[in-house]
């Protein structure tokens, strides 16, 4: 599979099915060895989002981070170069060599949930 190709590349456990970004080794639930690559859509939803003002060596100011949930509750810690997106907004990523990185395009917020009624 290629990383040109639609979605986002993961590993999918076919013993517990549970998927997780790709690593090596056995599925870390469950610890089977029947371990192989899957494609998951790159649409996911933000957790957390945050701006730290200190960033590590190697990343220059701003440095904004974002904890996304994708399908099957796939767990992504992404950068983001835009505007700092909000907890519930979804957003695509893309993987970028080894970082995941949050793409502004299809940014959405669930639409608001109307007025209580008086
Ligand atoms: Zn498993």
């Known amino acids: 599979m290629s990383e040109t190709l639609p979605g986002l590349l ?3 456990c076919r013993s517990c099915h549970s998927r997780y970004l790709p690593r090596p080794g056995r599925c870390p639930r469950c610890g089977s060895d029947e371990v192989g690559p899957q494609r998951i859509s790159n649409q996911a939803s933000v957790l957390a989002a945050t701006e730290v003002s200190t960033p590590p060596a190697g990343f220059a100011p701003p440095h904004r981070l974002a904890l996304l ?7 992504i810690l992404a950068l983001v170069h835009g505007a700092l997106p909000e907890p ?3 957003v695509a990523v893309v993987r970028d060599g080894a970082q995941y990185v949050v793409v502004d395009e299809g940014r959405a917020r669930p639409p608001v949930a109307p007025p209580p009624p008086a």
């Open 10 to 12: 993961v590993a999918g």
């Open 69 to 75: 949930e994708a399908a099957d509750g796939v767990r």
């Open 88 to 90: 519930g907004d979804s």
